[in-house]
């Protein structure tokens, strides 16, 4: 680790600062968390949905001026420190109240979701991302689009996916849509359940301190990622360019990573000096990743997409572990928002009519608008 310098009683002093290993944790005090919750409502009542062009346009106006200043603080500061110390997550603990009788029970799929039930939580999921500052975007290659909140649910067809409805197989850390040069810079996910228990999963690249030889030989571009478990098998085919696995600041560097599909998805087609960087890189990330967080209903992840990957543990959906014995409970519901810093740098890929909606397939190449 080298010596940062800090200044103390206007001098600097050297210290040593080790590498971060775990997320931010921020308690939201009773007080907060209800001033979030009568915001997310006064904006359902004002605006209708988070998508409403008049609320989406004075987004940052809004994040400013409603939520509490001591979570406006840290994500502001949040979104442009990159520095050694900085892991790429926060945790947001007890951030709102969930009325899970409102909820509903948990539909089969997000394609069952009555979209109304989610407007509040889409407001208050906004208005953080607005803090960083950063706007709400979709992407076609998520859904369709889908819109700007996603309720994540397990889904039983396709439980043993690499996917967010997955369940039955762990999800293996990655980094949002790792297929595409646009993709999230900041992601946040808002637990509504987690009646199963299910811990949460965060790696950071900060994680491993100074660069060494594994993580140099990552900023060569020869490494191919192949679109996710969402695409049929055959749109897979011809997806021959190649790119680094970090980027940016050779010492402070951003990682753009996905172990499912570039290690452990043949259709890769990895060449043999690009697998063999790839796997001593997992070997030695694999020990860092931060598994200890199982997420109550109303706490929130906020993640620095170029930081910090993502996953979760496998687990059997709709069933708790009660001394010993599984139960039938509420499956997992969680709610995903995506995020962009600027929406000028992501025109060349975003609809013609919809500057929120990201038109990327594949590193580069559009689908057809």
């Known amino acids: 680790m080298k010596p940062i310098y800090m200044e103390m009683n206007g001098h600097a002093v050297n210290t040593i600062v080790p590498p971060p290993l775990s997320p931010l944790v ?8 209800n001033r979030i919750n009568v915001v997310g409502d006064m904006l359902v009542r004002e605006f209708g949905s988070c998508e409403n062009p008049a609320y989406i346009s004075e987004l940052h106006l809004n994040a400013f001026q409603l939520l509490p200043e001591r979570i406006v603080k840290i994500l502001s500061n949040f979104g442009t420190d990159f520095s050694a110390a900085q892991y790429g997550a926060i945790i947001f603990k007890g951030l709102i109240h969930v009325d899970q ?5 948990t539909p089969s799929s997000w394609q069952q979701m009555d979209p109304a039930k989610l407007y509040r939580y889409g407001f208050i999921s906004s208005l953080l991302h607005g803090v960083v500052p950063s706007k709400p975007v979709q992407y076609f290659a998520q859904r369709k689009g889908g819109g700007l909140i996603h309720a994540v649910i397990p889904d039983e067809k396709m439980s043993y996916t690499q996917t967010g409805s997955g369940s039955k197989t762990d999800l293996f850390v990655h980094t949002e849509d790792a297929f595409l040069f646009n993709q999230a810079d900041f992601l946040s996910f808002l637990f509504l359940r987690n009646e199963e228990g299910v811990p949460s999963s965060l790696y950071s690249i900060r994680s491993h301190g100074e660069m ?6 990552l900023f060569k571009p020869i490494y191919k990622c192949p679109k996710d478990a969402n695409y049929a098998l055959e749109d897979f085919q011809g997806e021959d360019v190649t790119t680094s696995v970090l980027y940016g600041n050779e010492a402070r560097p951003f990682i753009r990573f996905d172990a499912a599909e570039q290690i452990y998805n043949e259709q890769a087609d ?14 030695e990330a694999q020990p860092l990743i931060y598994n200890d967080y199982v997420p109550d209903a109303g706490d929130l992840i906020f993640v620095n997409n170029h930081l910090c990957a993502h996953g979760r543990n496998a687990f059997l959906a709709g069933f708790r572990k009660e001394n010993g014995v599984m139960v039938k409970c509420e499956r997992r519901m969680m709610l995903r928002m995506m995020s962009k810093t600027s929406l000028i740098n992501i025109q060349s890929v975003a609809h013609t009519d919809d500057p929120y909606l990201i038109m990327e397939e594949h590193y ?3 689908f057809k608008k």
């Open 364 to 366: 580069g190449s559009l």
């Open 26 to 33: 921020i308690q939201i005090t009773p007080r907060e968390a």
């Open 270 to 283: 990895q060449s043999p000096e690009a697998m063999e960087h790839l796997v001593n890189f997992w070997e």
């Open 101 to 105: 009788e409102d909820l509903g029970p």
């Open 212 to 217: 060494n030889d594994n993580l140099k030989a």
